[in-house]
Nanobody, 121 residues
Framework: QVQLVESGGGLVQPGGSLRLSCAARGGTYGFIGWFRQAPGKAREYVAGISYTGLSTGYAPSVKGRFTISRDDSRVTTFLQMDRLKPEDSAVYFC????????????????WGQGTQVTVSS
């Protein structure tokens, strides 16, 4: 079964940028998704990418500010986050799935441990 490890979170000022990484080891999967969860709120979809990297998708709240991509080895998935806002603060998770809608948490069988992103001045 694939194992996922996120990295790259931290504290950034509003308007700044961060890049999150998700390293996938072992197993197979059809797509990778990024989700986030703020205190007291449900986990929400942020972005997704197919295994080949040829297809991507974004939540309306981040479209145009965030970019999901994969390296050529297809081991690491990145989430480049630009023009960050305080409401982007959350624990960010990457997840691997094989079928179903990317926006739905039930489509994913493996989750990383999460990385904290805080946007504050």
């Amino acid at each position: 079964q694939v194992q996922l490890v996120e990295s790259g979170g931290g504290l950034v000022q509003p308007g700044g940028s961060l890049r999150l990484s998700c390293a996938a080891r072992g197993g197979t999967y059809g797509f990778i998704g990024w989700f986030r969860q703020a205190p007291g709120k449900a986990r929400e979809y942020v972005a997704g990418i197919s295994y080949t990297g040829l297809s991507t998708g974004y939540a309306p709240s981040v479209k145009g500010r965030f970019t999901i991509s994969r390296d050529d080895s297809r081991v690491t998935t990145f989430l480049q986050m630009d023009r960050l806002k305080p409401e982007d603060s959350a624990v960010y998770f990457c997840a691997a799935g094989d079928s179903g809608r990317w926006e739905v948490t039930a489509s994913y069988s493996t989750w990383g441990q999460g990385t904290q992103v805080t946007v504050s001045s």
